[in-house]
């Protein structure tokens, strides 16, 4: 589903932020990335997601050599793969609903469809009475729940988990996590990025484990060993 | 799918200009005031006009004839000015005429209408008026009376008391109208930065959620279309708002401009008479104004 092979990235003056990483997750997995702040996990998802180009190496996503996609194609990567925030980047001056619904409309979706699939969606959530409140009047936990939303409302083949339990408390991330298990079992690969050891060990998953723009360790059924 | 796409781009453009009322409020209250600077110029342009107009159309040349010159000779010399291409209008006034004027303009003078009244006749010859279509004209309607021919008919000529006082008239209107034209390329330049800084500012406090679309999928036509239409509203408001406020103003002005002027002129019938000219250009200019200057701050933002 995902294979990186001898990705380097480095940004300017001299941060080598990656550096020769291969991996390859296959379709269905869960996979944790795991390691320190700088270890270059963030830049994994941002890669992924077309935010920023490698300098060298391969990325293919479903078949799909993202290595050098053009400005043109990064909207129809990124309606393919589900990217949930640590901030959640809900957009301020939407309702849940509309949040949601963004996802599908910038895809040309239709009215009716839209109306039919994004309360499908709140509903695996559990966000389905409050559609129509603003991000300000949601909490952490909720807030992650409509970036999950978004994130499946394409019925994405991967979700990107970056930190989405970084701005939570305990029990809220545990029902996030819990979530995107859930997601998982559907068939959806999930990629999660996190420093929180407790999740990791947890989860009884495949964890990758990152150091100093490396892979140090890539385990199948691993713990959170830094 | 492309109505469809038109029609959601209005819907949140809509939903965002009411969503951020006070940023759209603020956006709507800088664009109406440098709308109202261009048309408090357009104005002034017009006042001025008018004034010089004004005092334009009390220079004429007067052409005293002597006594005895038949009033026939005196129509042919009209007839030869009027075919001048430079000539406006020549108005003949005939002794009598001129006399009954003489007596109106100095009724309150006991002396002159005693003295008038001791002289046998008529002491006034005929006249003749000439109006010039342009200041620069009177030179060549002097050549035409300067005719060899007239000299021996002509008493007296009132241009060559108005001749510094044309060549004044002249000096300055020209200036007024390079100093208005001054002043209005540097006010439109000031507009432009304001509404351009405006709606850039406008667009930065979107800078967040311009980054968010891109990482949901959306491209650049799709997320650049609501922010440009919601600019475009903010642009047509300040239109609207301005124009109310314009018309107050003028309507208020009107009366002490009359009386401070000397000179009949209806600020608001000018603005009424000009109002396509006027109003749609400001609103075609700040349309494109607007699309421009959202598209420049928009595609910063956009590479995410």
């Not at chain 1, 603003?134 to 909720?142: A, D, K, R, V, W």
């Amino acid at each position: 589903m995902i294979r990186l092979v001898k990705v380097t990235k480095k940004f300017p003056p001299q941060t080598i932020a990656l550096k020769d990483v291969s991996l390859h997750i296959e379709p269905g997995e869960f996979v944790s990335i795991v390691g320190q702040s700088g270890s270059g996990k963030t830049t994994i998802v941002r890669l992924l997601i077309a935010e920023i180009r490698p300098d060298a190496g391969k990325i293919i996503i479903g078949g799909w050599d993202i290595t050098d996609i053009k400005n043109r194609q990064i909207p129809a990567l990124r309606r393919q793969i589900g990217v949930v925030f640590q901030d959640f980047k809900l957009l301020p001056k939407k309702t849940v609903f509309e949040n949601v619904a963004f996802a599908l409309q910038v895809s040309g979706n239709t009215k009716s469809r839209i109306h039919k699939i994004v309360p499908q969606v709140l509903k695996i959530v559990g966000l389905e009475d409050k559609t129509d409140r603003y991000p300000n009047q949601l909490s952490g936990g909720e807030k992650q729940r409509v970036s999950i939303a978004r994130a499946l409302i394409h019925r994405p083949k991967v979700l990107l988990a970056d930190e989405p339990t970084g701005n939570l408390d305990a029990l809220t991330s545990k029902d996030i996590i819990n979530l995107l298990l859930k997601i998982n079992d559907f068939g959806t690969t999930v990629v999660l990025v996190t420093h929180d050891k407790e999740i990791v060990n947890s989860l009884k998953k495949r964890v990758i484990t990152l150091d100093d723009g490396r892979v140090s360790q890539d385990q199948k059924v691993g713990k959170y060993v830094i | 799918m492309f109505l469809a796409a038109i029609h959601r781009s209005i819907i949140f453009a809509l939903q965002s200009f009411w969503r951020n009322i006070w940023l759209s409020l603020a956006t709507i209250f800088i664009i109406a005031l440098a709308f109202l600077s261009i048309n408090f110029l357009v104005a002034l342009n017009a006042i001025s006009d008018s004034a010089i107009a004004a005092v334009k159309d009390k220079i004429d040349v007067s052409v005293y004839f002597k006594r005895d010159v038949k009033e026939s000779k005196i129509a042919e010399i009209k007839s030869h000015l009027e075919t001048l291409s430079q000539a406006k209008s020549v108005a003949y006034f005939s002794p009598d005429d001129n006399l009954a004027q003489f007596k109106a303009r100095h009724q309150s003078d006991q002396i002159i209408q005693e003295t008038l009244t001791e002289l046998a006749g008529n002491p006034l010859g005929a006249t003749l008026v000439i109006k010039a279509k342009e200041l620069a004209d009177y030179p060549e309607i002097l050549k035409a009376i300067d005719n060899p021919a007239y000299t021996e008919l002509i008493e007296n000529k009132s241009y060559d008391d108005h001749q510094l006082v044309i060549s004044r008239i002249n000096s300055i209107t020209d200036n007024i109208r390079k100093g208005g034209l001054i002043i209005s390329l540097i006010f439109v330049v000031i507009a432009v930065l304001i509404v351009f800084n405006t709606v850039r500012i406008a667009i930065f406090t979107h800078q967040n959620e311009i980054g968010i679309m891109k990482l949901v999928g959306a491209n650049n036509w799709f997320i650049r279309a609501p922010f440009i239409l919601e600019n475009v509203i903010s642009g047509l408001v300040a239109c609207v708002v301005a124009t109310i406020v314009i018309y107050g103003i003028l309507s208020f002005l009107q009366p002490h401009l009359t009386a401070f002027f000397g000179f009949d002129f209806n600020i608001s019938k000018y603005f009424n008479d000009n109002f396509i000219k006027i109003f749609a250009s400001e609103l075609i200019g700040i349309t494109v104004l607007n699309v421009i200057s959202s598209s420049l701050a928009l595609t910063k933002y956009l590479k995410v």
